[in-house]
């Protein structure tokens, strides 16, 4: 019997490579639904249009009419990662962010309350923690949530509402938190991509405050396994931390890639600090390894180097 799956936000970054994974992959029958507003990459809903097991909407998950047409059958899970990210923060107001994080997050739960969904994954970000110290421990699942941002405050937000449908009706939901990815397909502001492409062209790579800001990076790919094997076989109610386990300093991997590429490190300038920016973030990802057995497969340099000849690549396309 086949499975239907409704991915939202299929053409972001991390939709658009756990789309492609689950074509590789699987036998799943994929809705893609996404507003196109912000963040898309065209190939992510263009190139599989022709497959028997694949079909595009698009669809603004804040408009419960435009839903309807979506939801013509039953899925057997809904992968939420449709949202608005601190990358689109700068031209979307605050009402933008908690639009999609939160009401468009209640319209799909909804649908599941409804009987249109077997059950929803909702996937949020490591953010929710808050930053950590220096010697701190990465957090556990348990870990009280302290977002510094509001972005994070709006994932948060949305988490709240899941586990509010969880305790009231029982809904069956699972709520997923995931490190920094980095990967082929990611918004062109974002670090890694900034840093690949500015080297590319010779430009100056600009550098918040002394660059020594750590984050736990994991290969987009690892975390689309992650996703996939949650679906397949993750608890309903739980909590599950997606982590890469390889923490990095912003500098030390501007360096790598600048090394890589063969540029000189002159390209580096460093400019004023974010406020909020939190100096470092970090998963403690032990339950979904013992309980599910995932586990990141790509080192941090293996998967770098892929995603250096992937923009090195295609640098000129909008993605």
């Not at 918040?208 to 094997?229: M, N, P, S």
């Amino acid at each position: 019997m086949r499975k239907e799956v409704l991915v939202t936000g299929g053409a972001g970054f991390i939709g658009a490579n756990f789309i492609q994974y689950l074509l590789d992959h699987t036998s799943y029958h994929i809705t893609n639904i996404d507003s196109l507003t912000h963040s898309t990459n065209p190939e992510a809903f263009i190139a599989p249009l022709k497959l028997p097991n694949y079909r595009f909407f698009q669809v603004d998950i804040c408009n419960a009419m435009q839903l309807n047409k979506v939801f013509d059958r039953q899925y057997d899970a809904i992968v939420h990662l449709a949202t608005l990210t601190d990358g689109t923060e700068k031209k979307d107001s605050t009402i933008d962010l908690y639009d999609v994080n939160v009401f468009g997050t209640l319209n799909l739960l909804e649908k599941v309350r409804q009987g249109y969904g077997k059950k929803i994954i909702y996937v949020s970000t490591g953010k929710v923690y808050g930053a950590l110290g220096e010697k701190d421990r990465p957090n556990l699942e348990e870990a009280r949530l302290n977002p510094n941002d509001v972005y994070a405050e709006s994932k948060a937000s949305g988490e709240m509402i899941v586990r509010a449908y969880i305790k009231k009706y029982g809904l069956p939901a699972i709520i997923t938190r995931c490190s920094n990815n980095y990967g082929p397909y990611q918004q062109k502001e974002k670090l890694i991509p900034t840093v690949i492409l500015n080297a590319i062209e010779e430009k100056e790579i600009p550098i918040y405050g002394d660059g020594q800001h750590k984050r736990d990076w994991i290969f987009v790919r690892d975390h689309c396994r992650a996703l996939e094997t949650i679906v397949e076989h993750g608890k309903l109610g739980e909590v599950y931390n997606i982590g890469g386990g390889r923490e990095r300093s912003t500098i030390d991997v501007v360096k790598l890639i600048l090394d890589y590429m063969n540029k000189d490190h002159q390209l580096i300038r460093h400019v004023a600090d974010r406020e909020n920016g939190g100096r470092r973030y970090a998963l403690n990802w032990e339950k979904i390894h013992f309980t599910l057995h995932w586990r990141p497969q790509t080192s941090f340099y293996k998967g770098l180097i892929e995603t250096i000849e992937w923009y090195t690549a295609n640098q000129l396309q909008e993605y």
